[in-house]
Protein backbone atom coordinates (compact mmCIF):
# COMPACT_ATOMS: atom_id res chain seq x y z
CA UNK A 1 0.00 0.00 0.00
CA UNK A 2 1.32 3.33 -1.46
CA UNK A 3 0.03 6.14 1.37
CA UNK A 4 -0.58 10.01 0.68
CA UNK A 5 -0.99 12.58 3.36
CA UNK A 6 -1.73 15.64 3.22
CA UNK A 7 -0.41 17.79 6.53
CA UNK A 8 -3.35 19.03 8.55
CA UNK A 9 -3.45 22.15 11.23
CA UNK A 10 -3.46 21.97 14.62
CA UNK A 11 -5.80 24.65 14.86
CA UNK A 12 -7.62 26.94 11.89
CA UNK A 13 -5.55 29.22 10.52
CA UNK A 14 -8.04 32.22 11.95
CA UNK A 15 -9.87 32.73 14.76
CA UNK A 16 -10.15 28.79 16.24
CA UNK A 17 -13.60 28.06 16.53
CA UNK A 18 -16.20 25.48 16.09
CA UNK A 19 -17.19 27.13 13.25
CA UNK A 20 -13.59 27.39 11.48
CA UNK A 21 -13.22 23.87 11.92
CA UNK A 22 -16.05 22.62 9.77
CA UNK A 23 -13.38 23.44 6.84
CA UNK A 24 -12.16 20.60 5.13
CA UNK A 25 -9.74 21.96 2.64
CA UNK A 26 -9.39 19.66 -0.30
CA UNK A 27 -5.61 18.84 -1.65
CA UNK A 28 -6.61 18.16 -5.19
CA UNK A 29 -3.11 18.50 -6.28
CA UNK A 30 -2.18 15.59 -4.08
CA UNK A 31 -5.05 13.61 -5.28
CA UNK A 32 -4.36 13.63 -8.45
CA UNK A 33 -1.20 12.34 -7.16
CA UNK A 34 -2.28 9.45 -6.25
CA UNK A 35 -4.43 9.27 -8.95
CA UNK A 36 -1.87 9.12 -10.94
CA UNK A 37 -0.05 6.22 -9.12
CA UNK A 38 -3.46 4.33 -8.91
CA UNK A 39 -3.28 3.81 -12.75
CA UNK A 40 -0.08 1.23 -11.78
CA UNK A 41 -0.64 -2.05 -9.82
CA UNK A 42 -0.24 -0.38 -6.74
CA UNK A 43 -2.68 -0.04 -4.28
CA UNK A 44 -2.90 3.25 -3.06
CA UNK A 45 -4.80 5.37 0.30
CA UNK A 46 -5.42 9.21 0.50
CA UNK A 47 -5.31 10.95 4.13
CA UNK A 48 -5.67 14.09 5.14
CA UNK A 49 -4.85 15.14 8.25
CA UNK A 50 -7.33 18.11 8.42
CA UNK A 51 -8.08 19.43 12.02
CA UNK A 52 -7.17 15.39 12.99
CA UNK A 53 -4.31 14.81 15.22
CA UNK A 54 -0.94 13.45 13.91
CA UNK A 55 -0.97 10.79 16.51
CA UNK A 56 -4.94 9.42 14.77
CA UNK A 57 -3.31 9.61 11.27
CA UNK A 58 -1.10 7.44 11.92
CA UNK A 59 -3.09 4.92 13.56
CA UNK A 60 -5.14 4.98 10.26
CA UNK A 61 -1.87 4.12 8.16
CA UNK A 62 -1.29 0.97 10.73
CA UNK A 63 2.00 -0.76 10.17
CA UNK A 64 3.71 0.04 7.18
CA UNK A 65 7.45 -1.43 7.72
CA UNK A 66 10.42 0.11 5.20
CA UNK A 67 8.13 1.95 2.71
CA UNK A 68 7.62 5.70 1.73
CA UNK A 69 5.34 8.43 2.86
CA UNK A 70 4.20 10.77 0.30
CA UNK A 71 3.71 14.28 2.28
CA UNK A 72 2.13 17.28 1.02
CA UNK A 73 2.18 20.22 2.02
CA UNK A 74 -0.67 22.46 1.74
CA UNK A 75 0.31 25.59 3.61
CA UNK A 76 3.31 26.93 5.54
CA UNK A 77 0.35 26.93 8.25
CA UNK A 78 1.35 22.80 8.08
CA UNK A 79 4.25 22.69 8.76
CA UNK A 80 4.00 22.25 12.59
CA UNK A 81 1.48 19.40 12.27
CA UNK A 82 4.05 18.00 9.56
CA UNK A 83 6.77 18.43 11.92
CA UNK A 84 5.19 16.18 14.59
CA UNK A 85 3.83 13.56 12.09
CA UNK A 86 7.09 12.97 10.32
CA UNK A 87 9.16 12.65 13.90
CA UNK A 88 6.41 10.48 15.30
CA UNK A 89 6.19 8.37 12.10
CA UNK A 90 9.91 7.78 12.22
CA UNK A 91 10.01 7.08 16.32
CA UNK A 92 7.57 4.07 14.68
CA UNK A 93 8.86 3.11 11.58
CA UNK A 94 12.58 4.20 11.27
CA UNK A 95 12.90 2.85 8.48
CA UNK A 96 10.43 5.20 6.66
CA UNK A 97 11.31 7.71 3.86
CA UNK A 98 9.66 10.49 3.57
CA UNK A 99 9.02 12.35 0.13
CA UNK A 100 7.97 16.04 1.13
CA UNK A 101 6.49 18.66 -1.28
CA UNK A 102 3.88 21.26 -2.34
CA UNK A 103 5.35 24.07 -4.61
CA UNK A 104 4.31 26.80 -3.17
CA UNK A 105 5.87 25.89 0.19
CA UNK A 106 8.88 24.40 -0.74
CA UNK A 107 10.11 25.97 -4.21
CA UNK A 108 13.07 28.56 -2.76
CA UNK A 109 12.96 26.68 0.40
CA UNK A 110 13.91 23.33 0.07
CA UNK A 111 16.88 22.91 2.67
CA UNK A 112 14.59 25.51 5.60
CA UNK A 113 11.71 22.71 4.75
CA UNK A 114 14.12 19.72 4.81
CA UNK A 115 15.65 20.44 8.30
CA UNK A 116 11.77 21.91 9.67
CA UNK A 117 10.11 18.70 8.67
CA UNK A 118 12.73 15.98 8.74
CA UNK A 119 12.13 14.84 5.22
CA UNK A 120 14.24 12.54 3.27
CA UNK A 121 13.01 13.97 -0.27
CA UNK A 122 12.11 17.53 -0.94
CA UNK A 123 10.43 17.77 -3.99
CA UNK A 124 10.13 21.13 -5.99
CA UNK A 125 7.61 22.40 -8.27
CA UNK A 126 4.46 20.16 -10.10
CA UNK A 127 4.80 16.80 -8.30
CA UNK A 128 3.46 14.91 -11.50
CA UNK A 129 6.94 14.96 -13.39
CA UNK A 130 8.76 13.09 -10.22
CA UNK A 131 6.07 10.93 -9.74
CA UNK A 132 5.74 9.85 -13.25
CA UNK A 133 10.07 9.41 -13.21
CA UNK A 134 9.15 6.93 -9.53
CA UNK A 135 6.64 5.02 -11.27
CA UNK A 136 7.27 4.84 -15.03
CA UNK A 137 4.82 6.63 -16.14
CA UNK A 138 4.40 8.93 -18.70
CA UNK A 139 4.72 12.90 -18.20
CA UNK A 140 3.41 15.37 -20.06
CA UNK A 141 2.84 18.73 -19.27
CA UNK A 142 0.02 20.79 -18.91
CA UNK A 143 -2.21 17.96 -18.28
CA UNK A 144 -3.94 17.69 -15.52
CA UNK A 145 -4.52 14.03 -13.83
CA UNK A 146 -8.50 12.92 -13.27
CA UNK A 147 -8.98 12.90 -9.71
CA UNK A 148 -9.81 9.06 -8.41
CA UNK A 149 -12.19 10.15 -5.14
CA UNK A 150 -12.54 6.81 -4.18
CA UNK A 151 -8.85 6.55 -3.34
CA UNK A 152 -10.11 8.46 -0.02
CA UNK A 153 -11.78 6.41 2.76
CA UNK A 154 -13.61 9.58 4.13
CA UNK A 155 -14.58 11.32 0.26
CA UNK A 156 -17.71 12.26 1.44
CA UNK A 157 -16.51 14.64 3.77
CA UNK A 158 -14.65 16.48 1.21
CA UNK A 159 -16.65 18.37 -1.28
CA UNK A 160 -14.76 17.81 -4.54
CA UNK A 161 -12.75 19.80 -6.62
CA UNK A 162 -11.95 19.83 -10.55
CA UNK A 163 -9.10 21.48 -11.46
CA UNK A 164 -9.24 23.56 -14.75
CA UNK A 165 -6.66 25.95 -15.10
CA UNK A 166 -3.20 26.32 -13.56
CA UNK A 167 -1.00 30.29 -13.27
CA UNK A 168 -1.76 33.72 -13.61
CA UNK A 169 0.81 35.93 -14.43
CA UNK A 170 -1.27 39.10 -14.12
CA UNK A 171 1.57 40.41 -11.66
CA UNK A 172 -0.31 41.60 -8.27
CA UNK A 173 1.92 42.42 -6.07
CA UNK A 174 0.57 40.72 -3.40
CA UNK A 175 0.14 37.23 -5.04
CA UNK A 176 2.13 33.81 -5.01
CA UNK A 177 1.12 33.70 -8.68
CA UNK A 178 1.80 37.16 -10.04
CA UNK A 179 4.40 35.31 -12.53
CA UNK A 180 3.11 31.89 -12.90
CA UNK A 181 2.34 31.58 -16.49
CA UNK A 182 -1.67 30.98 -17.05
CA UNK A 183 -1.81 27.20 -18.27
CA UNK A 184 -5.11 28.22 -20.66
CA UNK A 185 -8.46 26.39 -19.52
CA UNK A 186 -8.56 22.12 -19.14
CA UNK A 187 -10.79 20.92 -22.08
CA UNK A 188 -14.09 21.00 -21.26
CA UNK A 189 -15.06 17.49 -22.51
CA UNK A 190 -12.75 16.52 -19.65
CA UNK A 191 -14.14 18.75 -16.87
CA UNK A 192 -17.95 17.76 -17.60
CA UNK A 193 -16.39 14.18 -17.74
CA UNK A 194 -15.21 14.64 -14.06
CA UNK A 195 -18.53 16.13 -12.74
CA UNK A 196 -20.20 12.87 -14.10
CA UNK A 197 -17.70 10.80 -12.38
CA UNK A 198 -18.14 12.88 -9.26
CA UNK A 199 -22.40 12.87 -9.52
CA UNK A 200 -22.12 9.21 -9.85
CA UNK A 201 -19.59 8.18 -6.88
CA UNK A 202 -21.48 10.62 -4.34
CA UNK A 203 -24.39 9.39 -5.36
CA UNK A 204 -27.49 10.77 -3.64
CA UNK A 205 -25.43 13.11 -1.72
CA UNK A 206 -25.67 16.39 -3.24
CA UNK A 207 -22.34 17.61 -4.66
CA UNK A 208 -21.55 21.22 -5.17
CA UNK A 209 -17.78 21.26 -6.60
CA UNK A 210 -15.32 23.72 -7.23
CA UNK A 211 -14.11 24.29 -10.72
CA UNK A 212 -10.20 25.13 -9.44
CA UNK A 213 -8.52 28.06 -11.38
CA UNK A 214 -6.05 30.90 -10.03
CA UNK A 215 -7.59 32.80 -12.81
CA UNK A 216 -10.89 31.60 -14.58
CA UNK A 217 -10.77 33.00 -18.04
CA UNK A 218 -12.68 30.86 -20.52
CA UNK A 219 -13.19 32.29 -24.09
CA UNK A 220 -16.79 31.74 -25.68
CA UNK A 221 -15.78 29.36 -27.48
CA UNK A 222 -14.62 27.10 -24.45
CA UNK A 223 -18.19 28.22 -22.40
CA UNK A 224 -20.18 26.99 -25.33
CA UNK A 225 -18.63 23.89 -25.92
CA UNK A 226 -18.94 23.39 -21.90
CA UNK A 227 -22.64 23.88 -22.00
CA UNK A 228 -23.01 21.81 -24.69
CA UNK A 229 -21.01 18.86 -23.41
CA UNK A 230 -23.10 19.29 -19.97
CA UNK A 231 -26.68 19.35 -21.99
CA UNK A 232 -25.05 16.10 -23.90
CA UNK A 233 -24.53 14.64 -20.14
CA UNK A 234 -27.85 16.08 -19.02
CA UNK A 235 -25.62 17.26 -16.13
CA UNK A 236 -27.67 19.79 -13.37
CA UNK A 237 -25.24 20.14 -10.54
CA UNK A 238 -24.22 23.64 -9.73
CA UNK A 239 -20.40 24.97 -9.19
CA UNK A 240 -18.15 26.95 -7.70
CA UNK A 241 -14.71 28.99 -9.54
CA UNK A 242 -12.85 32.09 -8.86
CA UNK A 243 -12.01 35.04 -11.31
CA UNK A 244 -10.94 38.35 -11.37
CA UNK A 245 -14.32 41.11 -11.63
CA UNK A 246 -12.79 42.49 -14.75
CA UNK A 247 -12.50 39.09 -17.04
CA UNK A 248 -15.64 37.55 -17.58
CA UNK A 249 -18.91 40.15 -19.21
CA UNK A 250 -22.53 39.55 -18.76
CA UNK A 251 -22.83 37.24 -21.80
CA UNK A 252 -20.35 35.01 -20.93
CA UNK A 253 -21.76 35.04 -16.99
CA UNK A 254 -24.99 34.58 -18.64
CA UNK A 255 -23.97 31.17 -20.71
CA UNK A 256 -22.51 30.16 -17.20
CA UNK A 257 -25.05 30.36 -15.66
CA UNK A 258 -27.03 28.26 -17.51
CA UNK A 259 -24.09 25.91 -17.52
CA UNK A 260 -24.43 26.11 -13.47
CA UNK A 261 -22.38 28.43 -12.05
CA UNK A 262 -23.72 29.10 -8.97
CA UNK A 263 -20.76 31.04 -6.78
CA UNK A 264 -18.37 33.35 -8.22
CA UNK A 265 -15.28 34.06 -5.86
CA UNK A 266 -14.29 37.67 -7.68
CA UNK A 267 -11.22 38.66 -6.50
CA UNK A 268 -11.76 43.00 -5.86
CA UNK A 269 -8.86 43.31 -3.65
CA UNK A 270 -9.68 46.62 -2.77
CA UNK A 271 -11.78 49.87 -3.84
CA UNK A 272 -9.49 52.28 -2.99
CA UNK A 273 -7.77 53.57 -6.48
CA UNK A 274 -4.62 54.38 -4.45
CA UNK A 275 -4.79 51.04 -3.01
CA UNK A 276 -5.40 49.20 -6.40
CA UNK A 277 -2.37 51.13 -8.33
CA UNK A 278 0.33 50.13 -4.60
CA UNK A 279 -0.82 46.18 -4.98
CA UNK A 280 -0.27 46.95 -9.13
CA UNK A 281 -4.04 45.22 -9.61
CA UNK A 282 -4.77 47.62 -12.46
CA UNK A 283 -3.38 50.38 -13.87
CA UNK A 284 -6.84 52.35 -14.57
CA UNK A 285 -9.06 51.99 -11.09
CA UNK A 286 -11.90 53.80 -12.77
CA UNK A 287 -12.68 51.41 -15.69
CA UNK A 288 -11.61 48.39 -13.05
CA UNK A 289 -13.94 49.39 -10.48
CA UNK A 290 -16.58 50.08 -13.16
CA UNK A 291 -16.74 46.74 -14.53
CA UNK A 292 -16.39 44.98 -11.03
CA UNK A 293 -20.03 46.84 -10.30
CA UNK A 294 -21.16 45.97 -14.03
CA UNK A 295 -20.31 42.13 -12.94
CA UNK A 296 -21.84 42.19 -9.44
CA UNK A 297 -24.88 43.53 -10.96
CA UNK A 298 -24.83 41.02 -13.76
CA UNK A 299 -24.25 37.54 -11.13
CA UNK A 300 -27.06 39.69 -9.11
CA UNK A 301 -29.78 39.88 -12.07
CA UNK A 302 -28.64 35.73 -13.05
CA UNK A 303 -28.66 34.77 -10.26
CA UNK A 304 -25.16 34.00 -9.51
CA UNK A 305 -24.14 34.63 -5.80
CA UNK A 306 -21.01 36.69 -6.07
CA UNK A 307 -18.09 36.28 -2.95
CA UNK A 308 -15.77 38.96 -3.01
CA UNK A 309 -12.03 38.68 -2.06
CA UNK A 310 -10.46 41.66 -0.38
CA UNK A 311 -6.82 42.43 0.96
CA UNK A 312 -6.00 44.92 3.21
CA UNK A 313 -2.16 45.94 1.62
CA UNK A 314 0.26 47.62 2.69
CA UNK A 315 0.35 51.76 2.88
CA UNK A 316 -3.53 51.23 4.17
CA UNK A 317 -4.69 53.95 6.06
CA UNK A 318 -7.99 55.47 6.99
CA UNK A 319 -8.94 57.20 4.11
CA UNK A 320 -8.00 54.34 1.74
CA UNK A 321 -10.46 52.21 4.00
CA UNK A 322 -13.58 54.45 3.66
CA UNK A 323 -12.87 54.07 0.06
CA UNK A 324 -13.35 50.41 0.28
CA UNK A 325 -15.92 50.59 2.98
CA UNK A 326 -18.47 53.48 0.77
CA UNK A 327 -17.61 51.07 -2.27
CA UNK A 328 -19.40 48.12 -0.94
CA UNK A 329 -21.87 49.72 1.46
CA UNK A 330 -22.98 50.66 -2.28
CA UNK A 331 -23.60 47.11 -3.93
CA UNK A 332 -24.32 45.45 -0.47
CA UNK A 333 -27.24 44.40 -1.78
CA UNK A 334 -25.63 42.50 -4.80
CA UNK A 335 -23.11 40.80 -2.58
CA UNK A 336 -23.59 37.36 -1.61
CA UNK A 337 -20.57 36.87 0.78
CA UNK A 338 -16.86 38.38 1.32
CA UNK A 339 -13.52 37.42 2.56
CA UNK A 340 -11.33 40.11 3.77
CA UNK A 341 -7.85 39.89 5.17
CA UNK A 342 -4.53 41.83 5.52
CA UNK A 343 -2.10 41.04 3.33
CA UNK A 344 0.67 38.31 4.68
CA UNK A 345 4.39 38.42 3.36
CA UNK A 346 5.25 35.17 1.68
CA UNK A 347 8.99 35.74 0.76
CA UNK A 348 11.07 33.92 -1.67
CA UNK A 349 14.12 33.92 1.16
CA UNK A 350 13.75 34.15 4.54
CA UNK A 351 15.67 37.75 5.09
CA UNK A 352 14.79 39.37 8.67
CA UNK A 353 14.05 42.32 6.92
CA UNK A 354 10.55 43.58 4.45
CA UNK A 355 12.05 44.32 0.89
CA UNK A 356 11.60 48.12 0.49
CA UNK A 357 8.58 48.17 -1.64
CA UNK A 358 6.86 47.03 1.27
CA UNK A 359 8.63 49.29 3.52
CA UNK A 360 8.26 52.43 1.28
CA UNK A 361 4.69 51.92 2.00
CA UNK A 362 4.63 52.33 5.65
CA UNK A 363 4.78 48.16 6.72
CA UNK A 364 7.07 47.03 9.35
CA UNK A 365 6.96 43.82 10.25
CA UNK A 366 4.88 42.63 13.67
CA UNK A 367 7.67 39.76 14.57
CA UNK A 368 11.45 39.54 13.27
CA UNK A 369 11.51 36.19 14.00
CA UNK A 370 8.31 35.09 12.42
CA UNK A 371 10.15 34.80 8.82
CA UNK A 372 12.49 32.44 9.70
CA UNK A 373 10.66 30.46 12.28
CA UNK A 374 7.00 30.10 10.05
CA UNK A 375 8.41 30.82 6.59
CA UNK A 376 6.07 33.67 6.36
CA UNK A 377 5.41 37.16 8.16
CA UNK A 378 2.37 39.31 9.54
CA UNK A 379 2.80 43.11 8.88
CA UNK A 380 1.80 46.10 10.37
CA UNK A 381 0.27 47.93 7.14
CA UNK A 382 1.19 51.53 7.82
CA UNK A 383 1.63 53.90 10.94
CA UNK A 384 -1.87 54.45 11.78
CA UNK A 385 -2.88 50.41 11.21
CA UNK A 386 -1.31 47.70 13.04
CA UNK A 387 -1.94 44.37 12.17
CA UNK A 388 -4.18 43.91 15.02
CA UNK A 389 -5.99 46.54 14.25
CA UNK A 390 -6.78 45.42 10.60
CA UNK A 391 -7.60 41.86 11.51
CA UNK A 392 -10.33 43.82 13.89
CA UNK A 393 -11.56 46.13 10.82
CA UNK A 394 -11.87 43.02 8.27
CA UNK A 395 -14.23 41.53 10.77
CA UNK A 396 -16.26 44.33 11.17
CA UNK A 397 -16.48 44.95 7.38
CA UNK A 398 -17.31 41.10 6.80
CA UNK A 399 -20.14 41.27 9.68
CA UNK A 400 -21.92 44.31 8.37
CA UNK A 401 -21.91 42.63 4.46
CA UNK A 402 -22.84 38.58 5.51
CA UNK A 403 -24.95 36.57 7.19
CA UNK A 404 -25.08 33.43 8.86
CA UNK A 405 -26.96 32.04 6.20
CA UNK A 406 -25.19 33.65 3.35
CA UNK A 407 -22.08 32.10 5.05
CA UNK A 408 -22.91 28.39 4.91
CA UNK A 409 -24.49 28.93 1.53
CA UNK A 410 -20.94 29.93 0.25
CA UNK A 411 -19.33 27.46 2.19
CA UNK A 412 -21.13 24.50 0.94
CA UNK A 413 -19.57 24.65 -1.88
CA UNK A 414 -16.14 23.57 -1.87
CA UNK A 415 -15.14 24.16 1.86
CA UNK A 416 -17.93 22.46 3.87
CA UNK A 417 -18.61 18.36 3.99
CA UNK A 418 -21.23 17.69 1.11
CA UNK A 419 -23.28 15.88 4.04
CA UNK A 420 -23.37 18.62 6.49
CA UNK A 421 -26.54 20.34 7.96
CA UNK A 422 -27.77 23.66 7.98
CA UNK A 423 -28.84 22.93 11.93
CA UNK A 424 -25.31 21.37 12.41
CA UNK A 425 -23.63 24.41 11.03
CA UNK A 426 -25.90 26.61 13.06
CA UNK A 427 -24.97 24.75 16.34
CA UNK A 428 -21.72 25.59 15.54
CA UNK A 429 -22.24 29.09 15.63
CA UNK A 430 -23.74 29.26 18.92
CA UNK A 431 -20.93 27.51 20.49
CA UNK A 432 -18.63 29.80 18.76
CA UNK A 433 -17.47 33.29 20.49
CA UNK A 434 -20.09 35.31 18.18
CA UNK A 435 -16.94 37.86 17.99
CA UNK A 436 -14.75 35.89 16.15
CA UNK A 437 -17.38 35.29 13.17
CA UNK A 438 -17.21 36.34 10.07
CA UNK A 439 -20.87 36.64 9.68
CA UNK A 440 -23.78 38.51 11.78
CA UNK A 441 -26.07 35.89 13.23
Known amino acids: MIHFVSAGLLQPKK?????????????YGMLGLASMVSTTKNEVMVHHGSYRSPSSVLTELGSIGE????????????????????????????????????????DHHEAWIRSRVGADVVVTGFGEKYIARVFGLQYNTQVYPPLNYALMPDYLEYPPSIETSRGCGRGCSFCVEQAAPWWGMRNP?????????????????????????????????WISDFLKARQVHKQTVQWRTETRVDVLNTKQLETLACAGLKVLDLGLES????????????????IYLHRASNTLQACYDLGIWPKLNIVLYAGENNSTL????DWLNQYASLIKGISINP???????????????????????????????SGFANINLSNSLSYEKALDICLQISRQIMTARDFYD??????????????????????SDQKSLPFKV
Open 15 to 27: KDNPVNRLNRYLN
Open 67 to 106: STIYLSLPSLYAIPWAQIFVSKLKQQEPGTKVVCGGRWVV
Open 189 to 221: NEVVSQLTEVELLYGPVKVRPFLEASLFQPDNL
Open 271 to 286: ASSTQLLKMNKTRRPD
Open 322 to 325: RETI
Open 343 to 373: VIYYPESFESNLPAQLVNLGATLTDHRQLKE
Open 410 to 431: LKMFGYFSPTLTLNEFMTATNQ
